[in-house]
């Protein structure tokens, strides 16, 4: 049996497939993995030993300003990703026997896999990424935003954007493969029965009328690589400091600075995570230290909070650390949506990324850092289970060997 993997994204898109990746190795499954073509992600599909096949623009040119780029450029760079997936999709997917893509950017990936006659699944990270009454669809930059208030036009509104964007690429390219054509871009892509790759505890999927969503948990592998020593020795100097980090988005121009100042004026230390952002230190005070790449899981148990973007990953972990969190979402993907989760389930707090201030920093952290945000993190944490990737990786092994 042999799975043919996909995305596009940054690190947060990628790192789920890799956990499945290693499940599915395990039970004697051959992987091949269709990512992103920048150097980090083929080194780390080389590590697990899994073969990688580079599809679309590097991620890392895509999120290297300060700010997304512009709407005319994200139109060029969706319609550049849709032509290299038809143009790379026939070549990987052959020989395999199931095709699991991830992120709605997929859009050539069940045209491919339909016209080969391969079996295809669709997976969400989030329960945001797909359509509910019960909550809006996710922001998508570059597009118009509708002015309807009710979910359900929202996500029609959603649907009519997606084919706007993708439904003449797609359909030309189905033409072209013999295939006919489809109305609804989003909804082909998702399916009616889309996997939702996220734990229940922390984003359970609202049961929705018209999608029989297959919610296995979220797919992590365990990372129990140790920390530099020099980390460990700040660490071990004084009391637990508070993580600032945004992984592979850039924040808000000045959030860095204002999440140090708010920090030290509660009396505590920081720990400062560059990210593809390169976020500094503001001074060479021995109260802050800055981090490059290192394992968040042996990381966040050893910290007094998280203030981070929102990302899937980095909520999960330190959800599952049992770290209180403050969530400064950018309004991209799931960001807001996961920072709306964090203060629904009591574990901190949830700013405007655009109109945060150190004030507004300083209450947040106050809230995150009571004992009782502290009691009900760590109680939340003992229930998030770890089996997610495997659960994935024994339904498709049952239902295609």
Known sequence: MRVLLSTYGTRGDVEPLLALAVRLRALGVAVRMCAPPDEEFAQRLAGIGVESVPVGPPVRELMRGKTLPSATDLTRYRNELVETQFAAFPAAFDGCDVVVAAGLGQVGARSVAEAAGISYVYVSYAAVHLPSPHHAPPPRPGWPEPEVADNRTLWEVDAQNVNAQFGEALNRHR???????????RDHILTDRPWLAADPVLGLWPETPGLDVVQTGAWTLPDERPLPADLVRFLDAGSPPVYVGFGSLSPAEGIGGMAVEAIRALGYRVLVSRGWAGLDLVDDGDDCFTIGEVSHQSLFGRVAAVVHHGGAGTTLTAAR??????VIPLQLSDNPYWAGRVAALDLGAALDGVATTVESLGIALKSALSPETRA?????????RKDGAEVAAHRLVDRWR
């Not at 033409?175 to 871009?185: S, T």
């Not at 650390?321 to 403050?326: K, Y």
């Not at 009900?376 to 998030?384: D, P, T």
């Open 321 to 326: 650390a049992g770290a209180p969190q403050v």
């Open 376 to 384: 009900r993190a760590e109680s939340l944490g003992s229930r998030i």
């Open 175 to 185: 033409a072209a493969l013999g295939l006919p054509p489809v109305d609804n871009v």
